[in-house]
């Protein structure tokens, strides 16, 4: 049953009992030491360093309860199982207000212990992982703010640092909470523009009457209400960088004129007589296909050419989902700091079920998802309840499939069939090997053939 060989000491000081205990223990695939008093268990507690520890409540000296006072000081996470053959409900309350995982009462139930310590284990296993997910984002699982180290990322992240170090402008496209204005302050924060302002404009937030005024300001008397002179976007942003948020919702009417103060690095404020020079670094941004927004006639086409120089294309989270779990622990640790919250990790349906949904609303949608569930767990784990139904009741969707086009070969065939399986098992070769009744080193020297770093 345990194949990760959880370690388990047990505390009794009759010994048949503990022979009895270690004999099933190890029968059921576990690691065992044993201890005869609590004095013996605290010196193993700091050499042998258990996963768990199973002690009998009445002992002499030093109770099982005081012990677990004591193992709950140095590990408040370790799990402790009482046992006693002189139980009551009121030990029993008060075992489990200390901290104990469990209470079980001799003779014992060994079918019981033993499911107690599978649903034990599987814990345990999710605290090893969550703590996994946690190093490597201590270790800088991404790239400056962002989080993630999957290929699509990492293809994005050497764009970011060759766009850091030039001062051309460049198109930002990617679906509704992927992370276009992150991107953009990443450019400006890496490039030499960094000590000056960042300005962002949304051209979809913004009333079209107004749209103008944001861009290149006005002078005073310049309109009513004007009482007194504005500098816009572009003198705002002078030394630094101005990002152009939804470019394509950019009424067309103004397009030609923004050409043109692009063009010619000066702007003139609304009622006035006189152009401000200005040094920006212009980066634009859109959720929508902009060479087919130029196609429909809402985006001009030589402002588009004007704009694009270079592109950065932000891939959404459906095609990148091994980054999911970085994604949510990393949410999990910002939102327990925000709502006082203490949850460990998700498990693993949960996990599987963020996976599985297709995610139109990005990382963004999966940081609300994730504060939601924080907030209804509070401790512990999320469970598949805390996410919102629309994603408990989601189907799987094209993760678990696999369309393979008539015509191809059993070779390239093979090759789509283990990459799909790696990518749905976060490149775990031994979880891969198992489902396809393969062993590790067949996959290992198939990834090696393909040319991939294994």
């Known amino acids: 049953m345990a194949t990760n060989r959880i370690k388990i000491l047990v505390v009794d000081d009759e010994q048949a009992m503990r022979e009895v205990l270690e004999m099933r223990l190890q029968e059921w695939g576990f690691d065992v030491r044993l201890a005869a008093d609590a004095a013996e268990a605290q010196r193993l507690v700091e050499s042998y360093d258990p996963d768990i520890v199973i002690s009998d409540v009445v002992m002499p000296e030093v109770s099982g309860l005081e012990l677990l006072n004591s193992l709950k000081t140095g590990n408040p996470t370790r799990p402790v199982i009482l046992i006693t053959a002189h139980a009551n409900v009121d030990m029993a309350v008060e075992a489990m207000k200390r901290g104990a995982q469990d209470f079980v009462t001799k003779p014992l139930d060994y079918p019981k212990l033993k499911a107690i310590l599978e649903t034990t284990e599987k814990e345990i296993m999710l605290r090893r992982k969550s703590r996994k997910l946690a190093t490597r984002l201590e270790r800088g699982a991404g790239f400056g703010p962002f989080i993630g180290v999957s290929k699509p990322m990492r293809e994005v992240y050497g764009l970011i640092e060759h766009l850091a ?6 198109i930002i496209t990617g ?3 992927t992370g276009k204005e992150l991107a953009a302050r990443t450019i400006h924060e890496l490039s030499a523009r960094a000590h000056g302002p960042f300005v962002a404009i949304n051209s979809a937030a913004i009333p079209e009457n107004l749209i103008e005024d944001e861009l290149f300001g006005h002078e005073k008397g310049a309109f009513t209400g004007a009482t007194s002179s504005r500098p816009g976007c572009f003198e705002c942003a002078d030394k630094g960088t101005l990002l152009l948020d939804e470019i394509v919702e950019m009424p067309i009417a103004l397009q030609p004129k923004l050409l043109r103060v692009l063009e010619d ?8 007589k006189r152009e401000v020079t200005f040094d920006v670094r212009v980066l634009a941004a859109t959720n929508q296909d902009p060479r087919q927004a130029v196609r429909q006639g809402r985006l001009r086409e030589d402002l588009y050419y004007r704009l694009n120089v270079f592109t950065l294309a932000l891939p959404p989270l459906r095609e990148r ?14 939102f327990n700091r925000k709502h006082a919250a203490s949850v460990e990790g998700l498990r693993e349906e949960t996990l599987q079920m963020l996976k599985a949904y297709p995610w139109p609303g990005n990382v ?4 609300n998802v994730i504060e ?14 805390h996410l919102p139904p629309y994603i408990q009741t989601s189907p799987a969707d094209e993760q678990e499939t696999l369309i393979l086009p008539i015509g191809i070969t059993a070779a390239e065939a093979e090759k789509a069939l283990i990459l799909k399986t790696l990518e749905q098992v976060d490149h775990n070769k031994a979880e891969a090997a198992r489902r396809l009744g393969l062993d590790v080193k067949t996959i290992r020297n198939k990834l090696k053939r393909y040319g991939i770093d294994s």
Request: proline residues 6%; glycine residues 8%; charged residues 30%.
């Open 265 to 272: 690095g000066r702007v003139r404020r609304l009622g006035g």
């Open 321 to 334: 989902r091994e980054d999911i779990p970085l994604l949510a622990h990393h949410f999990i640790s910002l």
């Open 165 to 170: 170090t030039s001062d051309a402008p460049a």
């Open 175 to 177: 679906e509704s909470g």
């Open 372 to 385: 939601r569930a924080v907030i209804l767990a509070r401790r512990a784990w999320i469970e598949p309840s």
């Open 364 to 367: 963004r949608e999966l940081k």
